[in-house]
T-cell receptor
Framework: GAGVSQSPSNKVTEKGKDVELRCDPI?????LYWYRQSLGQGLEFLIY????????KSGLPSDRFSAERTGGSVSTLTIQRTQQEDSAVYLC?????????????FGQGTRLTVV | AQSVTQLGSHVSVSEGALVLLRCNYS??????LFWYVQYPNQGLQLLLK??????LVKGINGFEAEFKKSETSFHLTKPSAHMSDAAEYFC???????????FGKGTRLSVIA
């Protein structure tokens, strides 16, 4: 596609429910990243994919968070048993090959609100 | 470990005035450095990047940044602020290939008419 697409753009969920956030990267981009953006906290790295593999899961805040990527393309971030502290904007980015100087292109994010 | 510190969570300038947004980094190897901009309700967009070539890097919309190894800094500047520059600006560092960008906490720029 023309850019990184994320869905839904907004999600309101009740505490304790599971949510799935979707990211459709730019076609041909092998690297995919998930970040979480909270007010005043900048961008917190969650997980990185190279192809379908996740060499770096170090940022996932708890075992309630998981992510997968299939076909080297679409990725899904799943949050189980959501808590109010999970409320944030979840940003997905992709880059051509994940190399050091390669530009990461960001989607517009999914704003998650846990009530 | 790599890290980025952005001094000032909020900077306010008058239209036409100099814009200076500060970024200091910590890295155990020569870093690659980036500035991204986020306009309201939009994703992040790359402004410019330093990848060990010229130390003065020019980006889009009249912005530029200078890499100063001795000061571990990569400050972003623009000679004359425009109302459309109002946004959140993020500095980021990449220490090695196949690792994620590490971002600072961001600086919100306001431009006053």
């Amino acid at each position: 596609g023309a850019g990184v697409s994320q869905s839904p753009s907004n999600k309101v969920t009740e505490k304790g429910k599971d949510v799935e956030l979707r990211c459709d990267p730019i076609s041909g981009h092998t690297a995919l990243y998930w970040y979480r953006q909270s007010l005043g906290q900048g961008l917190e790295f969650l997980i990185y994919f190279q192809g379908n593999s996740a060499p770096d899961k170090s940022g996932l805040p708890s075992d309630r968070f998981s992510a997968e990527r299939t076909g080297g393309s679409v990725s899904t971030l799943t949050i189980q048993r959501t808590q109010q502290e999970d409320s944030a904007v979840y940003l997905c980015a992709s880059s051509l090959d994940g190399g050091r100087g390669t530009e990461a292109f960001f989607g517009q994010g999914t704003r998650l609100t846990v009530v | 470990a790599q890290s980025v510190t952005q001094l000032g969570s909020h900077v306010s300038v008058s239209e036409g005035a100099l814009v200076l947004l500060r970024c200091n980094y910590s890295s155990s190897v020569p870093p690659y450095l980036f500035w991204y901009v986020q306009y309201p309700n939009q994703g992040l967009q790359l402004l410019l990047k330093y990848t060990s070539a010229a130390t003065l890097v020019k980006g889009i919309n009249g912005f530029e940044a200078e890499f100063k190894k001795s000061e571990t800094s990569f400050h972003l500047t623009k000679p004359s602020a425009h109302m459309s520059d109002a946004a959140e600006y993020f500095c980021a560092v990449s220490e090695s290939g196949n690792t994620p960008l590490v971002f600072g906490k961001g600086t919100r720029l306001s431009v006053i008419a």
